[in-house]
């Protein structure tokens, strides 16, 4: 039963020493892990990367697929409100 015990005592070490090794690790390259990540995330938009800052989809490259967005020429019509609302 003893050798059972040490055998867990010896595991959980060995677990508890991993991951404040691990935490350690993660602390002091936090810095290069985040830039890694960042490159990987904005070289996986592709061609969207550049709207980060770059400009690559400045002059017009999606003009053509917004809608107008634009104010109506004309005023809209009122509305009565007793006859906006229908009655139950």
Same mark, same amino acid.
């Given at each position: 039963?003893?050798?059972?015990?040490?055998?867990?005592?010896?595991?959980?070490?060995?677990?508890?020493?991993?991951?404040?090794?691990?935490?350690?690790?993660?602390?002091?390259?936090?810095?290069?892990?985040?830039? +890694?990540?960042?490159?990987?995330?904005?070289?996986?938009?592709? +061609?969207?990367?550049?709207?980060? +800052?770059? +400009?690559?989809?400045?002059?017009?490259?999606?003009?053509?697929?917004?809608?107008?967005?634009?104010? *109506?020429?004309?005023?809209?019509?009122?509305?009565? *409100?007793?006859?906006?609302?229908?009655?139950?």
């Amino acid at each position: 039963m003893q050798k059972i015990i040490n055998v867990l005592a010896i595991a959980s070490s060995v677990v508890s020493l991993t991951v404040v090794g691990v935490g350690g690790y993660v602390y002091l390259n936090k810095d290069a892990i985040i830039e +890694g990540v960042t490159q990987k995330a904005l070289g996986s938009l592709g +061609g969207f990367g550049g709207a980060l +800052g770059g +400009g690559s989809l400045g002059g017009g490259a999606l003009q053509d697929s917004l809608p107008d967005m634009a104010a *109506p020429m004309e005023p809209m019509q009122e509305v009565d *409100p007793t006859k906006s609302v229908p009655a139950f």
